[in-house]
């Protein structure tokens, strides 16, 4: 192969699954097991964000060894609920098969715990495309800041110019900029301006294709 982008690196929620709803579940059952009160706009409010700073946010401050319990809980709350409901969003399996078949290095890299990558990799059988999955928790900084796809780039041996993330988030895509990566955003219906600082904006991944891919490049 010799493209310019040699390998494509995936974010996971709103990207190969739309987890939203069964973190919403997570979180409720949180909040009723521990008496505590929480509500739909609290959880727009904080969706994306780390388990550390969603819980004082949420219920004020407490010890770090309590945040730690909480966040727990709520993250194996979530992987009971997805590993019944887990499903691929359009387009997702077709690109990632289209993608190894032509020869290119894939890697998952997301700011979800390790576990739940597991989990839900172990669902749709992901590790049959992807060479490397990469959590959040295993780098110093959290997106924007580049560090999780430079990890990704690095485990499949791939250089950073040489490499494309595929995003849904406006930090994922300042990520990717800011590690002198390519990016596509799927935006499904929004129209954010953030959205737009990649190299292409697709409503889902049913308008990406290998060729569009080497058309980038």
Request: glycine share 6%.
């Amino acid at each position: 192969m010799t493209d310019k982008i040699r390998a494509i690196i995936w974010d996971l929620d709103g990207v190969i699954i739309d987890s939203a709803e069964e973190h919403k579940r997570s979180w409720y059952r949180l909040a009723e097991r521990e008496g505590l009160p929480f509500s739909d706009q609290q959880f727009h409010d904080t969706f994306g964000m780390r388990n550390g700073a969603i819980i004082p946010i949420l219920w004020g401050d407490m010890p770090a060894a309590r945040i730690q319990e909480l966040a727990d809980l709520k993250e194996a709350y979530f992987r009971e609920f997805v590993r019944d409901t887990a499903a691929p969003l359009p387009g997702a399996i077709e690109l990632l098969t289209a993608l190894r078949d032509a020869g290119y290095m894939q890697a998952l890299a997301s700011s979800t715990p390790i576990k739940n990558i597991e989990v839900i990799s172990e669902v749709l059988g992901l590790k049959k495309y992807l060479s490397a999955l990469i959590s959040g928790e295993t780098v110093p900084h959290g997106k924007p800041a580049p560090d999780v796809f430079l990890k990704a780039a690095a485990e499949l041996r791939v250089e950073p110019p040489k490499s494309l993330v595929i995003e849904d988030a406006v930090a994922g895509i300042e990520a990717a900029r800011r590690g002198g990566m390519y990016s596509i955003a799927v935006a499904g219906e929004r129209d954010l301006p953030g959205l737009k600082a990649a190299n292409l904006m697709v409503k889902d991944l049913t308008q990406v294709s290998v060729e569009t891919i080497r058309t980038l490049a």
